[in-house]
């Protein structure tokens, strides 16, 4: 799959998120890498501090919170276009759900794990 066709489903799957959840996220940037250089198999990262978390004094003026989509190790687990399609989707609301302060064990109960 090429980078440009990777690139449209993250964009794809980031205009899937309801309006009323998208006007919520706030300073986050999504980057698409190829692997992450310690854990080669991790498909998403979030890197930041979850809106639960924030306070308004002391958050002002923070680097962006950091989404990570790893693309090689999306495209290494899946064997067709279509599940590429739907991992993409699942990593993405899986990070953003990071964002929004949902934890791995809450996640894993909604099935988004």
Do not use: K
Not at 16 to 36: K, M, T, Y
């Amino acid at each position: 799959m090429s980078d440009d066709r990777f690139e449209e489903l993250v964009a794809d799957a980031l205009d899937s998120i309801p309006p009323q959840l998208a006007r919520a996220i706030d300073n986050v940037v999504v980057l698409i890498e190829p692997r992450h250089p310690d854990e080669p198999d991790l498909l998403g990262l979030y890197e930041g501090i979850a809106l639960t978390e924030r306070l308004d004094s002391e958050y002002g003026g923070s680097l962006p919170d950091r989404i990570t989509v790893y693309r090689n190790a999306i495209l290494d687990m899946c064997g067709s276009e279509a599940e590429v399609v739907d991992e993409v989707a699942i990593t993405v609301v899986h990070e953003l759900a990071h964002h929004f302060g949902i934890d791995e064990d809450r996640l894993h109960q909604l099935g988004w794990g």
